[in-house]
Every structure is written in structure tokens, then in C-alpha cells.
């Protein structure tokens, strides 16, 4: 019965040249299904890349020592990454979908997670989109140990500046303004976003961790819900150097 419902799927999402993908795991299946040998279709995948921090230092505020950060990433795929949201007014939850275009299509689309909204910041943001890690390093200077964590952070996303319009198709204007809505959010090929490190979230408690060299990793798009054409450039790693309230990039 279930492979008759999953044909069934199939089928109409094929006809129609819309697809809404729910519960299938792993995104390269999901590729695999859409771009493989016996289909013709050309997704135009985004690929999100993060970029080294603009800003990294230390906080030391009413006893607490922090790791403060900015963080960048930009849009070097085929297509935008465009974000849909619906809210299930029963449950008042705000879900989102991926809108992934199409070359000669009507494109399709794919469940994401969803939108929340994030009081601090009075928007709503794509929940789970990043998260950062400290480790300390062995000595060959390689990631050893996972020192401190955030959670997986939410993120408000649209088209703040130029990264480089060069890139095939990359529009010459800004198409998604910071509207920040849990109705539309999304970058275009060749934008990028920044958070800056003052922002409310930007940061790591690194209180109880000595001085050291250390290893800060930044990861976009840790649970690959966001299809894109590649995942292999989604983390970013810097080496730095703690000493006291000091810290130097290495």
C-alpha cells in the first residue's frame, strides 16, 4: 500500500512539474532522484559558502568571558535560495519550504523545517540554519577535541550586499529585501548576508576554557535540509590564539 501511495506521488509531482518533498531522507537521494540518468530536469541548485569571520575577539562582561563573531555566507549555485512559508493555523506552527527553479520548468518544492519568530531580534529567522564549534588542537594543529558549542541557530536571510555579481546569472539588483517575514526570505546567486558580532547569538561562552590554541569552526546548513549543489564547502575553520582577553587570528 505504501509503494502504491509513494507511485502515486511521484507521478502527480511529475506531471505537474511541482513536487513537495516531506520525509525522504538524505539530500543526495533527493538529488539523485530529480537529476538522475532517467530524468531530464535541470534544478537549479543554491550552494551556500560561508566566509572567515569579518569580526572575532573576546567579551568579558559581569563575570562572563565570550567569544564574539560575525558571520558571512553568500550564495555560489546555479539558482537562489528561495524560502516559502505557510503557517498551520491550528497548531501555529510556521513551516518552510525550499522554492528550487527550474531551467524550462515550473521548478518545485521541498519541506525545509520552518520559520520562527525570535523575539530578541523582533523577526522571524529559518530555524537550525548554523551553528559554531571551539576545539582545541593537536599537534599537527588539527581539530582534536570539541571544546564548546551553540546550538543550532536560526537565521534571518536575504540579498544584503554584492559578494560577486560575476558569477553566471547572479542579478545586477537586489531581489529579496530584509523583510525578515515568515512568509518569504531567500538570497539570489552572487549576494551574500552578514551578522555582525554584536548581534544577540553571535557568540561562544568560553568562560571555563584556557589559553590555548584553538580551532573555530563555522557550519551552514548543518542538517542538509537546504538541497543545494554542493555540501562539502558548508564549514569554515580558523585557527586563533587565546591569552586572557587577547586574541590573535593565526
Same mark, same amino acid.
Given at each position: 500500500?505504501?509503494?502504491?501511495?509513494?507511485?502515486?506521488? $511521484?507521478?502527480?509531482?511529475?506531471? @505537474?512539474?511541482?513536487?513537495?518533498?516531506?520525509?525522504?531522507?538524505?539530500?543526495?537521494?533527493? &538529488?539523485?532522484?530529480?537529476?538522475?540518468?532517467?530524468?531530464?530536469?535541470?534544478? &537549479?541548485?543554491?550552494?551556500?559558502?560561508?566566509?572567515?569571520? &569579518?569580526?572575532?575577539?573576546?567579551?568579558?562582561?559581569?563575570?562572563?568571558?565570550? &567569544?564574539?563573531?560575525?558571520? @558571512?555566507?553568500?550564495?555560489?549555485?546555479?539558482?537562489?535560495?528561495?524560502?516559502?512559508?505557510? @503557517?498551520?493555523?491550528?497548531?501555529?506552527?510556521?513551516?518552510?519550504?525550499?522554492?528550487?527553479?527550474?531551467?524550462?520548468?515550473?521548478?518545485?518544492?521541498?519541506?525545509?523545517?520552518?520559520?520562527?519568530?525570535?523575539?530578541?531580534?523582533?523577526?522571524?529567522?529559518?530555524?537550525?540554519?548554523?551553528?559554531?564549534?571551539?576545539?582545541?588542537?593537536?599537534?599537527?594543529? %588539527?581539530?582534536?577535541?570539541?571544546?564548546?558549542?551553540?546550538?543550532?541557530?536560526?537565521?534571518?536571510?536575504?540579498?544584503?550586499?554584492?559578494?560577486?555579481?560575476?558569477?553566471?546569472?547572479?542579478?545586477?539588483?537586489?531581489?529579496?529585501?530584509?523583510?525578515?517575514?515568515?512568509?518569504?526570505?531567500?538570497?539570489? $546567486?552572487?549576494?551574500?548576508?552578514?551578522?555582525?558580532?554584536?548581534?544577540?547569538?553571535? %557568540?561562544?561562552?568560553?568562560?571555563?576554557?584556557?589559553?590555548?590554541?584553538?580551532?573555530?569552526?563555522?557550519?551552514?546548513?548543518?542538517?542538509?535540509?537546504?538541497? %543545494?549543489?554542493?555540501?562539502?564547502?558548508?564549514?569554515?575553520?580558523? @585557527?586563533?590564539?587565546?591569552?586572557?582577553?587577547?586574541?590573535?587570528?593565526?
Amino acid at each position: 500500500m505504501k509503494k502504491i501511495l509513494l507511485i502515486l506521488l $511521484v507521478v502527480v509531482g511529475l506531471a @505537474t512539474g511541482l513536487f513537495l518533498v516531506k520525509g525522504i531522507s538524505g539530500q543526495v537521494n533527493f &538529488l539523485q532522484f530529480f537529476q538522475g540518468s532517467d530524468d531530464k530536469r535541470q534544478l &537549479l541548485l543554491p550552494d551556500i559558502v560561508p566566509t572567515t569571520p &569579518l569580526e572575532i575577539y573576546i567579551r568579558n562582561s559581569a563575570g562572563k568571558k565570550t &567569544l564574539r563573531f560575525s558571520t @558571512t555566507f553568500y550564495n555560489q549555485g546555479q539558482g537562489p535560495l528561495e524560502l516559502v512559508g505557510h @503557517t498551520n493555523k491550528e497548531n501555529n506552527i510556521t513551516y518552510a519550504s525550499q522554492y528550487i527553479y527550474e531551467k524550462g520548468g515550473a521548478g518545485l518544492y521541498r519541506d525545509i523545517g520552518g520559520f520562527v519568530f525570535h523575539p530578541p531580534h523582533t523577526h522571524w529567522h529559518v530555524d537550525q540554519y548554523v551553528f559554531y564549534e571551539l576545539w582545541n588542537v593537536n599537534d599537527k594543529g %588539527e581539530a582534536n577535541s570539541l571544546m564548546a558549542r551553540t546550538d543550532k541557530m536560526s537565521f534571518c536571510i536575504w540579498d544584503e550586499r554584492a559578494q560577486d555579481l560575476k558569477i553566471a546569472d547572479a542579478p545586477q539588483a537586489r531581489v529579496y529585501p530584509r523583510t525578515c517575514n515568515g512568509r518569504q526570505q531567500g538570497m539570489s $546567486v552572487g549576494w551574500s548576508d552578514t551578522y555582525s558580532a554584536s548581534i544577540e547569538g553571535q %557568540e561562544l561562552n568560553i568562560t571555563e576554557i584556557p589559553d590555548g590554541i584553538y580551532i573555530f569552526r563555522s557550519i551552514i546548513n548543518p542538517d542538509k535540509k537546504i538541497a %543545494e549543489t554542493d555540501y562539502d564547502n558548508n564549514q569554515i575553520d580558523i @585557527t586563533i590564539e587565546i591569552k586572557g582577553s587577547s586574541l590573535i587570528r593565526k
